[in-house]
């Protein structure tokens, strides 16, 4: 006898599960625990399965039909109705997880895990969040280059190309990482290329006029801040590297014996790792700095909480108290000083000085030997420019007490 709201609502749960036929293989499953739910009995290649078609009142008794109907029509053209559904399933699960959105929080999962600096993976999740929503919640597969440059022109329109273009950068990352879960086949950012605006380049403010570098380095002998401040401030025009590095610099990773230290390549812009040799007056500063923090992991240890590395704006807050302003000197432009004094004192090869820098070289295998090739050269330069950092600062010193000051 045909099922009917009435007789429906009145079926009282039992110890067991409760079947209640309505026609044509539909029938009522009632739980135990209360719930009834749309079952249909079918066979298909000679297999007896069942198809689940929701759960009652959500779905009504004439859904249900409606349900039951059409899954047969899917029967008589020789469709198995349950493996439709699962298939749509399936693809429904598939489809969440490759969005734009989805692919790109994977990629920022992936790189979290793969040692990018946090810093990084910040400015990376901002530029992610100015993907509006619409187009995050799009298929990555669906996109194209058009509608790419549609998102990143309005934030060029507003004048803001280097964001614009660190966008399109980002985007080139996604697109890669959904390429290697299987999710889109190409990279249509490609095709982007000279499609924005370039902005400006921005050179880091440095000092690099020799008298000028002297008062600073007496500057920051008579900066009056925090000891470990002062100490970075002293190591920093030592060993040129970038400020992020030497912020993170473990104590770890310092063999003060030997005189080096091995920066891993999760720490560093290129993503090699790299060795940085340690002149007399560095590896003094370093025993002056282990004194403060050898029981902390990190070498400029946070004065706070003394797990984390120091601020990322420290060296620059100093430098401003000391009355440089921001269009002076900047943390990073102790690398610009190193790397145009060198240059200018012509003793030493620019693929020292380079790998020195630890700036990219684009041939692999050419940068690799250099790094064999010129290590005897580093150590000697490293000796002598400390030893000239010295003299310009004795220089001034000397000017002073002829003028009586």
Do not use: C
Not at 55 to 71: F, G, H, N, Q, T
Not at 316 to 334: P, Q, S
Request: hydrophobic share 40%; proline share 4%.
């Amino acid at each position: 006898m045909p099922l009917s709201d009435i007789t429906i609502r009145a079926v009282v749960p039992g110890e067991k599960p409760i079947k209640k036929a309505d026609e044509r293989g539909l029938f009522l499953l009632v739980q135990p625990s209360g719930g009834k739910l749309w079952r249909l009995k079918y066979r298909f290649e000679g297999k007896e399965k069942k198809l689940g078609l929701g759960r009652y009142p959500d779905v009504s008794l004439k859904e249900a039909r409606r349900r039951r109907d059409e899954a047969r029509e899917k029967l008589a053209m020789g469709i198995d109705p349950g493996g439709e559904k699962k298939r749509a399933e399936a693809e429904a699960i598939l489809a969440a997880a490759s969005t734009f959105g989805a692919v790109g929080e994977s990629y920022l999962d992936w790189a979290t895990k793969d040692g990018r600096e946090s810093a990084t993976i910040n400015k990376s999740r901002w530029l992610f969040s100015l993907f509006d929503e619409a187009f995050s919640n799009r298929p990555i597969g669906e996109i194209s280059a058009p509608d790419l440059l549609s998102a990143l022109k309005v934030i060029e329109a507003k004048g803001h190309y280097e964001t614009a273009k660190r966008m399109r950068s980002l985007a080139s990352r996604i697109f890669r990482h959904g390429g290697h879960l299987g999710y889109v086949a190409s990279d249509p950012t490609t095709m982007l290329r000279g499609a924005l605006i370039s902005p400006k380049v921005k050179h880091h403010s440095a000092i690099i006029e020799p008298k000028q570098v002297g008062q600073l380095l007496r500057d920051i002998d008579e900066y009056a801040g925090q000891p470990l401040i002062k100490l970075a401030l002293q190591l920093t025009p030592h060993v040129f590297v970038r400020p992020g590095e030497l912020r993170a610099a473990e104590w770890a990773e310092f063999d003060l014996e030997g005189a080096k230290w091995t920066i891993p390549a999760s720490k560093m812009k290129m993503r090699r790792p790299h060795v940085v040799p340690l002149s007399g007056q560095a590896l003094h500063l370093l025993r002056s700095v282990e004194a403060l923090t050898k029981d902390k992991q990190y070498i400029f240890s946070s004065h706070h909480t003394g797990t984390r590395p120091m601020s990322e704006n420290t060296i620059n807050v100093a430098l401003r108290r000391m009355g440089y302003a921001k269009d002076e000197m900047t943390a990073h432009g102790f690398r610009a000083m190193a790397s145009t004094l060198l240059n200018e004192s012509r003793r030493w090869s620019s693929d020292a000085i380079e790998i020195a820098l630890a700036h990219h070289s684009g041939n692999t295998v050419r940068g690799t030997y250099h790094r064999g090739q010129h290590w005897d050269e580093r150590v000697e330069m490293a000796r002598w420019w400390s030893d000239y950092l010295d003299e310009l600062r004795a220089d001034g010193m000397r000017d002073a007490r002829r003028r009586g000051d």
